[in-house]
């Protein structure tokens, strides 16, 4: 195996991209702001750089497939599904490039629509005529940490406020009525995350105005809370789920596994063709999502599970899931699920990746009994140096 450290990669994407010739960015925070690193670029050239990075890396890896190409955002901009705005020393934006302490103040955003941006920017302006002042990520000292914003493809929000301990309700009351009278927002959130840990997620405290956002994808609608994991593309959430969902091509007489399963997006989907799909996710919230989605969606044959994916493989019989889809998180799947995946033996994994390292480490172990019949990328982070990819492996 040819290794190549997280940085490595990085750094090998974002040379091949700078290579290309300078084109105007669209905002003006574009070569400071840590949010975009390839704006003054084509994204035709963005695309083109990440499939030829990628190609070589798989195929020096012997992972070598007739083709590999990266599938573009639809819309390279506006295209995420949450924002998490730093809210520090009277500045309301995002971390410089390279500069984890130090925040850029952005006047607009073109990640998300204007109109979301302008929200979250007004209830950071609230907070402060409220008198709820800013976290200082130094001293620690302050309150307000993050304003983060989840919006669906209808351009609904949900709004969130990440505080430190402390606060009043009355004030927190009052932003959320300045949140609420957003153009979009459906409901805001306070959020505590009383650690040193610089983290945009809390321990929800309350909340005004709706409690959940619905987010289609395909044909279904999964609900999400302020800090349910979802695709952070918009615009190509469905394609990523979609072909996964081809590619693993269940039969209507099977029982198969989603493992890290979430809050169901792709087992509600792989349902439709399979008897019993089991939606397997450690982390309790998102299962209970997941149970609620099957019922909004009228999916009986989905089965939420609460486990450890090694825990609910270990205790699988060999043979007994013909078809597995997996989508871990970037620490990828590790030698433990790989070698219960080579007990199991389904027929067919699909294996879906946020960090072609892990994933290539992953093959590398699963190879002994399978072969990868179709890889390709997706680039649902333009403007930085981040690619996802799904490997199809058929055993034999």
Not at 25 to 40: K, L
Not at 149 to 158: A, P
Not at 183 to 209: A, I, K, Y
Not at 235 to 263: E, F, K, N, Q, S
Request: charged share 20%; net charge neutral.
């Amino acid at each position: 195996m040819i290794s190549l450290t997280a940085k490595g990669l990085r750094k090998a994407i974002v040379d091949r991209v700078l290579a290309g010739p300078i084109t105007p960015p669209v905002c003006p925070h574009a070569r400071e702001c840590g949010g975009c690193a390839f704006q003054d670029r084509a994204y035709t050239d963005q695309v083109a750089a990440k499939a030829s990075v990628l190609r070589d890396l798989y195929a020096a890896n012997g992972f070598a497939v007739d083709e590999f190409t990266v599938v573009p955002s639809p819309n390279p901009f506006a295209y995420r599904t949450r924002m998490d705005y730093v809210a520090t020393k009277g500045r309301f934006g995002l971390r410089a490039r390279g500069k984890f302490n130090y925040i850029i103040e952005l006047t607009t955003c073109h990640l998300i629509p204007p109109e979301a941006f302008a929200a979250a920017q007004a209830v950071w302006r609230r907070a402060g005529e409220l008198g709820l002042p800013d976290y200082d990520i130094r001293a620690h000292t302050g309150f307000l940490r993050y304003v983060v914003v989840r919006r669906n493809f209808n351009d609904e929000l949900l709004l969130a406020a990440v505080t430190a301990a402390g606060g009043d309700e009355p004030a927190l009351a009052a932003l959320a009525e300045t949140a609420l009278a957003q153009p979009g927002v459906v409901g805001f959130h306070w959020l505590v995350n009383d650690t040193r840990t610089d983290l945009s997620f809390g321990e929800p405290r309350q909340h005004w105005g709706a409690a959940e956002l619905a987010m289609r994808v395909g044909e279904m609608v999964c609900y999400i809370g302020p800090n349910t994991f979802f695709q952070n593309n918009v615009y190509l959430a469905d394609r990523l789920i979609g072909d996964a969902v081809a590619a693993a091509a269940p039969a209507a007489t099977m029982r198969v596994a989603d493992l890290y399963g979430g809050v169901g997006a792709i087992g509600l989907h792989l349902a439709r063709y399979a008897a019993q799909v089991d939606c397997v996710e450690a982390v309790a919230e998102s299962v209970s999502f997941a149970q609620r989605n099957a019922l909004a969606n009228g999916v009986a044959n989905l089965n939420p599970i609460c486990a450890d994916t090694l825990a609910y493989l270990r205790a699988q019989p060999e043979g007994s899931l013909p078809i597995i889809v997996a989508d871990p998180p970037r620490t990828g799947l590790g030698p433990q699920v790989c070698h219960e995946l080579l007990r199991i033996g389904p027929q067919r994994i699909v294996y879906v990746s946020c960090n072609p390292l892990t994933q290539i480490a992953d093959l590398q172990l699963l190879r002994t009994a399978y072969h990868v019949t179709s890889l390709h990328g997706y680039d649902m982070f333009p403007h930085t140096p981040h690619v996802e990819a799904i490997a199809v492996l058929e055993r034999g």
